[in-house]
């Protein structure tokens, strides 16, 4: 998705109390840079421009566009931006959850979700694990939640996942995989559309 250039934790956590109270003002779009308005205040964030030309034709071929939505800030913040962006396609999105049982607030952030999904009027789709899985690894995660989003996918028509993601997830990456031994390929950030497994990612 929209990868947020610049998007720092502050101000998503003001955007995201702004707007779920109705007081963030329409944001100006040019381009790929989007201008809010919170308070009074104006901000810039810097969307992927070829994300969102994914997200936007499939959208306007009449598929249906999935959030990936664990309940942190980056992918609240992903979700109803997208639904701020792209408001006349709401009822084309649908926001995929999944617990993974790793946390104590793993049910919690399932609950948090689903409720905000309602409120927003968006499906809300989930999986889980089948049993407390505190001691995987990432990478053990990451294949459950591809299984997860394959099958969901499938099942709900999804031509394109959007994933929450900033500046500091891509250098994160990068250094996860020098640190493995990646050669100049694999030390490549994430890309702002990539195709896995008969999938389409927007981040």
Not at 58 to 82: I, K, P, Q, T
Not at 119 to 139: D, H, I, N, W, Y
Not at 171 to 190: D, F, H, K, Q
Request: aromatic residues 10%.
């Amino acid at each position: 998705m929209p990868c947020f250039g610049g998007v720092c934790g502050v101000f998503k956590a003001q955007y995201l109390v702004a707007l779920l109270r109705g007081s963030v003002n329409r944001f100006d779009c040019n381009g790929d840079d989007m201008d809010f308005c919170i308070n009074d205040r104006k901000f810039c964030a810097d969307f992927e421009k070829s994300a969102m030309d994914e997200i936007a034709a499939a959208l306007r071929g009449g598929a249906r566009v999935g959030v990936a939505c664990s309940g942190g800030a980056d992918s609240v913040f992903a979700l109803l931006a997208m639904l701020d962006i792209f408001g006349g396609f709401g009822g084309s999105f649908a926001v995929l959850h999944f617990n993974h049982k790793a946390r104590e607030t793993a049910e919690r952030d399932e609950r948090f979700v689903r409720e905000l999904c309602e409120r927003l009027g968006v499906k809300f789709v989930s999986g889980a694990a089948q049993t407390f899985c505190g001691t995987r690894t990432e990478a053990e995660f990451r294949e459950m939640r591809l299984d997860f989003f394959k099958t969901a996918c499938a099942a709900e028509n999804i031509a394109v996942l959007v994933q929450g993601h900033h500046l500091g997830d891509a250098a994160e990456t990068v250094i996860m995989r020098l640190c493995r031994g990646a050669g100049t390929a694999g030390l490549s950030a994430p890309a702002p559309v990539s195709r896995l497994g008969g999938m389409v990612f927007a981040r």
